[in-house]
């Protein structure tokens, strides 16, 4: 079935550090993919999303651009700050309608001032 | 406008017990999403509703875990009965059909004895 692949589980910088959390799909056609950022003791919330290939999402700094030739979808930020730690999930949803979404395992970001 | 609510926030039960947890999504979503987050597994789906309608019940978690509608704003996740591996977050999610981004609750952390 479809799945999306994160493989930092921890990713660890200082402020103003540049960010790269990575992310690769497996799916065929164009699915929709999604970033998702969860702050400790909430739930996960909707950071940005791309449909098609090129497309870039951006949201708060963070940035990803959806590639078709490489099946992925990477977050990136210039210059990390402490706020930002939290734990970052990759998705991926339908090709047609609906809102089901393949989450990957997340990957937890530490910041240090 | 109100977010998802999840009730309680906190659960302690003991081996064996019956637990429900409680879920109320934002008004006027179509559809209704149970997970369990654990650290090892990240996020995993139990369950699915649109428009009250069970879509997607989750294979593995099929013969102690059930998840109900029983109206358009309420939704409850029965584990009946609970073991010490059931130890986790809970979480619920509604969004409307269309719109793919999912809203999240604060969910319900679940410890068992």
């Known amino acids: 079935g479809d799945s999306v692949t994160q493989t930092e589980g921890q990713v660890a910088l200082s402020e103003e550090d540049f960010l790269t959390i990575h992310c690769n799909y497996s799916?065929?056609?164009?699915?929709?993919l999604f970033w998702y950022v969860q702050y400790p003791g909430e739930g996960p919330q909707f950071l940005f999303r791309a449909s098609r290939d090129k497309e870039k999402g951006s949201s708060r700094g963070f940035e990803a651009t959806y590639n078709k030739e490489t099946t992925s979808f990477h977050l990136q930020k210039a210059s990390v700050q402490e706020s930002d730690s939290a734990v970052y999930y990759c998705?991926?949803?339908?090709?047609?309608?609906?809102?089901?979404?393949?989450f990957g395992k997340g990957a937890k970001l530490t910041v240090s001032p | 406008d109100a977010g998802v609510t999840q009730t309680p926030r906190h659960e302690v039960a003991e081996k064996g017990q019956t637990i429900i947890l409680k879920c109320e999504p934002v008004?006027?979503?179509?559809?209704l999403f149970w997970y369990r987050q654990t650290k090892i597994q990240g996020l995993e789906l139990l369950s699915y509703?649109?428009?009250?309608?069970?879509?997607?019940d989750g294979g593995a978690f099929k013969d102690r875990f059930k998840a109900e509608m029983l109206n358009s704003s309420f939704s409850t996740l029965k584990i009946q009965p609970t073991e010490p591996k059931d130890s986790a977050v809970y979480l619920c999610?509604?969004?409307?059909?269309?719109?793919?981004?999912?809203?999240f609750g604060p969910g319900t952390r679940l410890t068992v004895l």
């Open positions: 999610a509604s969004s409307l059909w269309d719109t793919y981004e999912q809203y």
């Open positions: 799916a065929s056609g164009y699915p929709a």
């Open positions: 008004s006027g979503h179509n559809d």
């Open positions: 998705a991926l949803g339908p090709q047609g309608t609906g809102s089901k979404l393949s």
């Open positions: 509703f649109r428009s009250k309608s069970l879509m997607e």
